[in-house]
């Protein structure tokens, strides 16, 4: 499945060039569609439960150019996305619903 996200904000970027530090903010705006992969089922009280989550691919690069050095910040968002993939309020989230009668 492939869950539409956009990656609005700011990477905060610190080096240190010929002994001094150089700080940057970098403004990012990048749309990406990871694939998801998760088993449904069905809850003892009807809700829906995702198990098995996992994140397969982020199709999409990221990288930033500051003063001319190209920084893969695709770990950093990985690395988040797969956490946020984790949380329980997942279904949440995602506007889950439950097959439960009202």
């Given at each position: 499945m492939k869950l539409p996200i956009n990656l609005a904000g700011k990477v905060q970027v610190e080096r240190r060039v010929f002994g001094q530090m150089v700080q940057t903010s970098v403004p990012i705006n990048e749309n990406l569609a990871p694939e998801v992969r998760f088993t449904p089922s069905i809850g003892?009280?009807?809700?829906?439960?995702?198990?098995?989550?996992?994140?397969?691919?982020?199709?999409?690069?990221?990288?930033?150019?500051?003063?001319?050095?190209?920084?893969?910040?695709?770990?950093?968002?990985?690395?988040e996305l797969e956490r946020q993939l984790q949380n329980p309020r997942l279904l949440d989230l995602l506007g889950g619903f439950s097959l439960a009668p009202s």
């Open positions: 003892s009280d009807y809700g829906l439960q995702l198990e098995d989550v996992s994140l397969l691919s982020l199709n999409g690069r990221l990288r930033v150019s500051v003063l001319g050095f190209q920084i893969n910040i695709e770990p950093f968002v990985k690395g």
